[in-house]
């Protein structure tokens, strides 16, 4: 068990992130169309997975803006959005942000990922729903890079999750 803070407020978080150099754990997802997809569906791209516990927040929609901004140049990935929001309002918000570089993708269907990822928040007032976070793959889904941010309203260190893929 890992511990974040809320606004100063500690909060459990249950599991531990994977470790680098390990296979990624294999998810089951929910995209915008209500469909399912795995790692597989993500083969042979490297993979930035910006985990986020909702994108109707500010720091989460800022995470989601500035990872889409640098999406656009990043060669052989994908930036998936991972956050427990319905796969309509993550399309919603996207559509309405003008964002096409990243994939939203919900939690909605299964809270394996939240488990195996180590990012399922415990307990406090958003329990339920995953913690700030950012895992980086490579091409054959070793883990490369990982942050489970400190305090949740925080941004993560997206210079030292890009600079994994270098």
Do not use: W
């Not at 319905?86 to 990243?102: I, Y």
């Not at 488990?115 to 729903?129: F, M, Q, R, S, T």
Request: charged share 20%.
């Amino acid at each position: 068990m890992s511990t974040v803070t809320l606004h100063g407020n500690p909060v459990s978080v249950a599991g531990s992130l994977p470790k680098i150099g390990e296979s990624a754990p294999d998810f089951n997802l929910t995209t915008q169309d209500l469909a399912d997809v795995s790692l597989a569906d993500y083969a042979g791209k490297r993979k930035v997975l910006n985990i986020v516990p909702s994108l109707d927040t500010p720091t989460c929609a800022t995470s989601t803006r500035k990872f889409n901004a640098a999406a656009g140049s990043l060669v052989n990935t994908v930036v998936l959005v991972i956050s427990a929001d319905l796969p309509f309002a993550q399309g919603r918000f996207c559509t309405t942000e003008g964002l096409d570089n990243v994939v939203p993708l919900s939690t909605l269907r299964s809270g394996d990922f939240m488990e195996n990822y180590g990012v399922k928040i415990a307990d406090g007032p958003l329990v339920g729903v995953t913690t700030r976070a950012v895992v980086v793959l490579n091409e054959a889904n070793k883990v490369i890079y990982t942050e489970l941010v400190p305090a949740i309203e925080d941004e993560p260190n997206y210079d030292a999750a890009l600079a994994a893929l270098k």
